[in-house]
């Protein structure tokens, strides 16, 4: 069999930073100087969740995007983390908004990720935002699966017809990658912790995408021959949630991990804050 298509997401990702500052720069000189402004706000001391916001931040300054971080304590209320959210909507200096995932257990996330206006929530966290993507309406798609998205067309990988098996329903990347695929015209099954049999069922998959959390949990050999494995997955150690040892030797193009699915989180995150600065003109 021929060497598998590499999707590189690393590369991609640098190739949208580069157009980004080119628009960045354009969106400075007709607004007298202002740029785009990302608000992320980053709950607790969580070191993973820590350097994720660090590295969101970094993509802003390599972009010339404004980054403004709101650190607020592990014991932070609902209450209080909605105040925020409420201040930072109707700040007209922030084109876009960014809760880090996952927040401490007393706070309810949905209600949090629900106050963030549509045209701020440029990380598609939203329940309008999904909604309304999922119905093929104009939403910021969640950062994750719209950025697997892209990779997948910058690679021509077709959809239209396929076959595609999604192991995870988070709502933040599992439910909303099966509706990406769908509106894409491919046939997709959503698996997740009860789903029986999940081998045969990733055996009839032309399209694989491992969301599950667990790492290396999807193995080679449960793969058709000649699919396209995405393995969103990212896990200490530098592994995903598929044993992609064992699943390239089988499969037509994968991502790789690190330098897939994750770089495209980032760039996918930072290219809707500059359309959410755009659109509002
Ligand atoms: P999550 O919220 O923990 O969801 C995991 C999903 O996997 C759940 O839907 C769960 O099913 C399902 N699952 C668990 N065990 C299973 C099993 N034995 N068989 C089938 N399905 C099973 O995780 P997440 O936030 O979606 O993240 C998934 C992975 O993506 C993680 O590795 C995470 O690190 C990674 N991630 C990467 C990025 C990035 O930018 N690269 C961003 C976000 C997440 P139930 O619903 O039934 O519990």
Redo the contacts with the bound molecule.
């Keep these: 069999m021929t060497e598998p298509l590499v999707l590189n997401g690393k590369n991609l990702a640098k190739e949208i930073e580069s157009t980004l500052q080119a628009r960045v720069l354009a969106y400075r000189n007709t607004h007298g100087g202002r740029v785009p402004l990302l608000a992320t706000i980053l709950v607790g001391e969580d070191p993973a969740s820590a350097m994720y916001v660090k590295m969101k931040g970094n993509a802003c300054a390599r972009v010339g995007i404004d980054s403004r971080r709101i650190a607020l304590p592990a014991s932070t209320t609902t209450e209080e983390l909605l105040a925020t959210i409420n201040n930072l909507n109707g700040d007209p200096e922030v084109y876009g908004i960014l809760l880090q995932?996952p927040v401490p257990d007393q706070i309810d996330e949905r209600s949090a990720f629900d106050a963030i206006d549509l045209e701020k929530d440029v990380d598609g966290v939203t329940c309008l935002g999904f909604g309304r993507m999922a119905m093929g309406e104009r939403a910021y798609g969640s950062?994750?699966p719209a950025?697997i998205m892209k990779l997948l067309d910058h690679y021509d990988i077709e959809l239209a017809g396929k076959r595609a098996v999604v192991?995870?329903?988070?709502p933040?990347?599992?439910k909303p990658m099966a509706f990406m695929l769908l509106n894409r015209h491919a046939t997709v099954t959503i698996?997740?912790?009860?789903?029986k049999d999940?081998p045969s069922i990733i055996a009839e998959a032309d399209i694989v995408v491992g969301?599950?959390?667990?790492p290396k949990?999807i193995q080679g050999a449960w793969i058709k021959e000649g699919a396209v494995v995405v393995d969103?997955?990212?896990?200490p150690g530098g592994v995903?949630?598929i044993d992609l040892e064992t699943a390239i030797p089988r499969c037509s193009a994968y991502t790789p991990v690190p330098g897939g699915?994750?770089p495209m989180?980032?760039a996918t995150l930072i290219m809707q804050t500059m359309e959410s600065a755009e659109l509002r003109g």
């Excluded at 192991?167 to 988070?170: A, E, K, P, T």
């Excluded at 698996?191 to 789903?195: F, G, L």
């Excluded at 969301?211 to 667990?214: E, P, S, T």
């Excluded at 969103?232 to 896990?235: D, E, F």
């Design positions: 995932h950062a994750t950025g192991v995870g329903r988070s933040i990347l599992g698996c997740h912790s009860r789903t999940l969301a599950v959390g667990k949990f969103a997955g990212y896990h995903g949630d699915v994750g989180t980032i």
